[in-house]
């Protein structure tokens, strides 16, 4: 790979990585539920640590030519206690909150096609691992999300009547 596409690759990564921070800081500040807002703002600080792990592999990579090892990369996990079942019943109950769920799921899907392609591709073994790294947090994040969005979708067809047994 060359050094430009390489460096074109990590700042469309790191793009996309602020766009998801801004996106879900705007969530946390749209949020009027203190535990809605925490899930959100737990998801904007999870997409700084990948700004600052891709920067950081940046510099290395335009400095020396090569990605800095990735042994320790260490995976973040949203917090199980961040969304308890009372939050998920306040997300239900708030269009925004759950409209933003559903354009995160987007994001993260987006994200996860781009790590898991760059890393298929990369011939560097820890550029390999670095992306594959990231595609494996950003699933974390979708599963999560899709989850959410399941129990949000149940719970509104069952409100409206729309289960057709």
Known sequence: MTENSALDIL???ILLEKRGKSFYRTAANQSTNSDVKAFFETMAA????HV???SDQFKSFKETGRFKPADT???GT???NVLTP????RIAAADFEAAAISAAMLMEERAITLYAKRGNEAQDPEEKKLYQWLADWEKEHLAFLAAIDTEL???IWNDSGFWPF
Request: glycine fraction near 4%; proline fraction near 0%; aromatic fraction near 0%.
């Open 11 to 13: 700042k469309h990564a």
């Open 46 to 49: 999870e997409e700084v640590q």
């Open 52 to 54: 600052k792990i891709l």
């Open 73 to 75: 990369l260490e995976t």
């Open 78 to 80: 949203i917090s199980q």
């Open 86 to 89: 009372e939050v998920k019943g």
């Open 153 to 155: 979708k149940e719970r």
